[in-house]
């Protein structure tokens, strides 16, 4: 039955679409009904949205505003954003004007040697004892929690319960023989003490900003590279962070 079919088509006649008219061939190709609608289609969308703006014109507040306003213009009849250049301090731009990527490398590679080694002489107690924590003692009833002695609980010193780290007991501590020290040693050792943890902040701030200053050297150099697809702009470079991009994904030959 199909073959039949086939064969009763092959003997029909085509119909062919009517062509323009030889003394109309200067307008061009003769509109076809598919190609009326497209054009018909295409005019009713930007009829209805001049007719939505028209709208939003007239009911507009004049006191109204936004910060678009500010923040894009119009070139040549079209819409643009206004480019904010990234967010660095002053050493950091400085950086990146007089120094070459394997100075920064190299100077970051120095600071967290540094940084590693002031780490390892400093033990950070003071650190934990700062950390929020909490430690719950479950008692029997309120008269004992009255009479709840906290030194007595933890078998220690009343002046060390401030700490949670070096915390002996007092079995412990009588067992220890310590050295007389006088308070003025005493003064001077933690003022050392602060002043390396001071230095060790200002260190790790530094390798941040070497940190930040490297990445980006790095994406501007990555950025120069040709290639087809220019990257995506996510998020704009700040002092604490470099500006990220988002490459299209290219296959190599």
Known sequence: MSSWKKAAKSN?????ERAQPSARQHLGLLEKKKDYKLRARDRNEKEATLKLLRKRALN??????????????????????????DEFTKDQIKLMQTQDFKY????RTVEANKIRRLQGQLHMTDVVNETPN??????EDEQEAKEFNLAERLNTHPDLIGRRS?????????KLKLATVSPEDIAQINQERSLSYRELMR??????ELTVVQKTLEIKRVLKQKRALKPKLIAKGTPNQAPQFKFKFERKR
């Open 12 to 16: 029909q006649k085509v119909h062919r």
């Open 60 to 85: 507009k507040n004049p006191d109204e505003f936004y910060h678009h306003m500010i923040n894009s213009k119009v070139q040549e009849g079209e819409h643009h954003e206004v480019e904010k250049g």
């Open 104 to 107: 920064i490398s190299m100077k």
């Open 134 to 139: 909490k430690h719950i003692f479950f008692v």
């Open 166 to 174: 070096n915390r002996p007991r007092l079995e412990d501590l009588s």
């Open 203 to 208: 260190r790790i701030d530094r390798e941040k």
